[in-house]
């Protein structure tokens, strides 16, 4: 109960779009910052972007500014990450995770997370 379930991965060709969903049942999203976080493989699990509670603030890695998007509608108590611009490096099991305190980048910090969706990027 309360697990972060992540939907919306998928193989994609390079410069293709998608758009990954977080939802929970029995937790209020709204409550949390929520973050984005890949891990390809043999890699560490590293930040994507971030975004407050209200949906005000939001903070993306380098890698992603400018091609992903995150956002939330906390009245379906739905994260979602839009991703265009896709390239193969891209490519890894994407995790959607909620943090209490702050709008963190350091994994460390969340104390909730998905178990992931597979996002491949094809050549």
């Known amino acids: 109960q309360g697990q972060l379930v992540e939907s919306g991965g998928g193989l994609v060709q390079s410069g293709g779009s998608l758009r990954l969903s977080c939802t929970a049942s029995?937790?209020?999203?709204?409550?949390?910052?929520m973050g984005w976080f890949l891990q390809a493989p043999g890699k560490e699990r590293e930040f994507v972007a971030a975004i407050g509670r209200s949906g005000l603030i939001t903070d993306y890695a380098d890698s992603v500014k400018g091609r992903f998007t995150i956002s939330r509608d906390n009245a379906k108590n739905m994260v979602y990450l839009q991703m265009n611009s896709l390239k193969p490096e891209d490519t890894a099991v994407y995790y959607c995770?909620?943090?209490?305190?702050?709008?963190?980048?350091?994994?460390?910090?969340?104390?909730?997370w998905g178990q992931g969706t597979q996002v491949t990027v094809s050549s």
């Open positions: 995770a909620a943090a209490t305190l702050g709008i963190p980048t350091n994994k460390l910090a969340y104390n909730y």
């Open positions: 029995g937790r209020t999203l709204s409550s949390y910052t």
